[in-house]
């Protein structure tokens, strides 16, 4: 059984830093692509961050590029959100993500269907 596991939410002040992490077990990940989701309140949940199984390359939404660094471990079979500069938008429930088809980029338009979710971490950024 496939399970994704968060940690390193919290509550920090604007222009802070926090770093996500999300270690899988179940099976081994290294040749899928992993990546971040968030939701906030009253929004659809979308891709913040992804990164390929051999971590040649990654993906940011525009509003993060710059502060925060996606980053993997397969040996650990792990995952990790660097982010600084956090500003109150940021504030979110971040979700983990593993796409279930091996060699397939995590994307904006990947149907939840085909993801492995995590159980989410709270980051809420205040002023």
């Known amino acids: 059984q496939v399970q994704l596991v968060e940690s390193g939410g919290g509550l920090v002040q604007a222009g802070g830093s926090l770093r996500l992490s999300c270690a899988a077990s179940g099976r081994t990940f290294s040749s899928h692509a992993m990546g971040w989701f968030r939701q906030a309140p009253g929004k659809e949940r979308d891709v913040v961050a992804s990164?390929?199984?051999?971590?040649?390359?990654?993906y940011y939404t525009d509003s993060v590029k710059g502060r925060f660094t996606i980053s993997r471990d397969n040996a650990k079979n792990t995952v990790y959100l660097q982010m600084n500069s956090l500003k109150p938008e940021d504030t979110a429930v971040y979700y983990c993500?593993?796409?279930?088809?091996?060699?397939?980029?995590?994307?904006?338009?990947?149907?939840?269907?085909?993801?492995?979710w995590g159980q989410g971490t709270q980051v809420t950024v205040s002023l």
């Open positions: 990164i390929n199984w051999s971590a040649g390359y990654t």
């Open positions: 993500a593993v796409h279930r088809r091996p060699q397939t980029m995590l994307v904006a338009r990947t149907t939840a269907a085909n993801i492995y």
